[in-house]
Every structure is written in structure tokens, then in C-alpha cells.
């Protein structure tokens, strides 16, 4: 005859089990969805014309995006302007580097105005996706978001165009031209996901 003591070993046995049980369904379940949402993120970046950037900038945002294009594409513009801010910050300190010609110079601070523009663009755009919510406009929002990040890619584009020249040191060229066009090819990537939205609710 089993005395108190077994039983309550049994009971306690019993509820570390379905605990563990429990435990491991959650974390199925998680997986699941992760694999879900990034799958999501993944077919999504593939309509843009840089898929694998694209998908590296933005997979690590998945818990977050779940599978909401409008999530995904404020994702986008926020990592868009992240890298346009510190590719600005960058470029700022390299116009002070001595030992680079007038024209290099000349382009640098150039570049600096139209990344600053861009910032603003980008900037406003975001703000502009938090409007969407509290309002009935949203054809009207999203053709005033879609010209924004479509000047922050034009100013990016003539900034890079800028470091094209044979006269620029490579050096300097590379290292700048390399970066403007990452941030180029997220915006063009963000513009791509900002146009899919605004279909899929139009």
C-alpha cells in the first residue's frame, strides 16, 4: 500500500512531465512560427531587386514582422535609415581627412547634403506609416511615403554617381562608393516593399 509520500513523489513526477511536455510543445510552436515569419520575409525579398540583401537586413527582425507587409516595410524603412544615418556620419569624417584633393572634397560634402536630404526623406516617410492607423487617406499617405523614399533613393544615386569618376582616388572611391550603395540598394529594396503594401491594400 503506497503511503502519502509515494504519492506525492508520483504527483510531482507527474507535473515535472507535462511541464516538460509543455515546454517543448511551446517551443515547437515557436520554431514553427519563426520558420513561418521567416519564410514570409524570405518570399516577400525576393520580389525586390536585391533579394539577398533584402532578406539579411531584415530576417533578424522576424518575431517582430510575424507576416504583416506593413510591419515588414516599416522594418525596411528603419533599417534603411539607419545605415543612411551612419554611412552620413562617415562621410562627414572622411571630408575632414587631409590629404584628399579639392574635387574629392568638393564631392564629399556634396554627398553629405544629398545623404542629409535622404535622411529627412526617410524620416518622414516613417512617420508618415505611423499616420496610416488614425487615418482614411491612406492612398493619399502612401503616394506622399512612396515620393519620399523615391528622392531619398535619387539623392543617394546622384551622391554615389559623384565617386564614379576616374579622377576620384580609389581608395577613397571604393571605400565611399561601396557604402552609398548598400544604403541605395536598401532604400530601392524598402521602395519595393512600400509599393507591395500599398497594392495589397489599395
Known sequence: MEGPSTSRNSLAAALVFLLALFSYSTTLVVRA?????????RTSCSKTTYPRLCFSSLSRHASLIQTSPKLLAGAALNGTLDATRSTSGMMLKLSRTLGMTARQIGAMKDCVEELA?????????IAEMSRLR????????M?????WVSAALTDETTCSDGFAGKAMNSKVK???????????????N?????????????
Open 190 to 202: 524598402a521602395l519595393a516593399l512600400i509599393n507591395r503594401f500599398a497594392a495589397l491594400n489599395g
Open 33 to 41: 512560427e519563426t520558420r513561418f515569419n521567416t519564410e514570409f520575409i
Open 134 to 141: 488614425r487615418t482614411s487617406d491612406f492612398g493619399l499617405v
Open 117 to 125: 536630404d535622404s535622411v529627412e526623406e526617410l524620416r518622414r516617410s
Open 143 to 147: 503616394n506622399d511615403i512612396e515620393t
Open 174 to 188: 571604393n571605400a565611399v562608393r561601396g557604402q552609398i550603395l548598400t544604403v541605395a540598394h536598401l532604400t530601392s
